[in-house]
């Protein structure tokens, strides 16, 4: 076993308690009380993959599919800056009107809209190396591509895609000198979590973000069981202690898991918020697990909510863009 696959086993093998006061002692050593705050849009459900966990998978056909228009997202994040948040990211299903010259564009556009005082981030999957290129020459800085689970084979069941372009795709985006943000879902039936967090390591992520599997009624995993939040929070407490400069996300996955799981996973070292800033109506149609929470309010009435609950844990939302201390 390589050194970090025996510190990784013994951090799983630690008390949850512990484990998450480590984490969070480590987090803040790194970024004080601070929790970031990125605006997400999630700016098309359509997708032509079918992952087999996924909510939006092509062949549901129950969902009412909607794309965001290059106006519609210009404005959103005109309000968002309005507001003072200086980090946007922008996700979708793999939709080819979110691909290639079309996304370049839109980069483009919202960098020759508003200037580059701002953090972009996408999380469009895997693209071709020269279009990674040329969104970061048009000034989007950092790429979150998941790889979900570690392991080849599930992974090629689950997904219908390799593994290994997906990691080919990733050190793509680390080369081009992108912030490249990783991770994967806790409680994948049949998946190890020791291997997601070795490949997480060797990866070396400036960002992670770690979420449960919860099973949605209109896929084939409806029926596997959902393990709760305990692997989630185990997973991103052992991601701080590898990773102190990380950016980690309390996801709104944890948050509906349990009530107050974005607030345990902030106690577990976790320093980001993500509150959708979309509108309530396309919040409802991106329903990649659910019972999703925030999805009743528009976006922007979800920050002083989530304001409130950074403050019981003693952390503070922070409207700074946020870069991973590894890179500065
Ligand atoms: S996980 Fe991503 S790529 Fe897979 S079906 Fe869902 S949106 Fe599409």
Do not use: W
């Amino acid at each position: 076993m390589s050194n970090s696959g025996s510190l990784i086993q013994d951090y799983i093998n630690m008390p949850l308690n512990e484990l998450m006061e480590r984490a969070d002692t480590a987090c803040r050593k790194v970024y004080g009380s601070a929790v970031f705050i990125r605006g997400l849009l999630e700016v098309t459900n359509y997708c032509t993959m079918n992952c087999a966990y996924c909510g939006i998978r092509r062949d549901n056909a129950k969902l009412l599919r909607y794309r965001m228009s290059n106006e519609e997202i210009l404005q959103t994040i005109k309000q968002g800056l309005h507001r003072g948040i200086k980090s946007f990211v922008l996700q979708g299903g793999v939709d080819p009107e979110f691909q290639g010259s079309k996304l370049i564009a839109l980069a483009d556009d919202i960098r020759n809209s508003f200037g580059s005082d701002f953090a972009l981030t996408f999380s469009f999957g895997v693209l071709s190396y020269d279009t990674y290129r040329a969104l970061f020459a048009a000034g989007v800085n950092r790429y979150l591509l998941r790889f979900e689970t570690a392991d080849a084979t599930l992974h090629e069941a689950l997904k219908g895609t390799e593994l290994s372009e997906r990691i080919r795709a990733f050190m793509h985006l680390k080369e081009i000198g992108y912030e490249a943000g990783t991770g994967f879902m806790t409680g994948l039936p049949g998946d190890s979590l020791s291997s997601n967090l070795e490949l997480l390591a060797s990866l070396e992520p400036d960002m992670i973000g770690i979420g449960p599997f919860i099973p949605h009624p209109e896929t084939p995993l409806k029926h596997a069981s959902c393990q709760g939040l305990e692997p989630t929070l185990r997973a991103v407490a052992i991601s701080r202690l590898l990773f102190p400069y990380a950016n980690i996300p309390a996801t709104t996955a944890a948050g509906t898991i349990e009530q107050n799981g974005r607030e345990l996973a902030l106690s577990a070292g976790a320093n980001v918020v993500m509150p959708n800033i979309g509108t309530k109506a396309y919040k409802q149609l991106y329903e990649l697990y659910p019972g999703k929470i925030c999805v009743s309010e528009d976006g922007f009435s979800c920050i002083n909510c989530l304001s409130v609950r950074i403050r019981s844990v003693n952390k503070n939302l922070d409207y700074r863009r946020g870069n991973s201390r590894g890179r500065v």
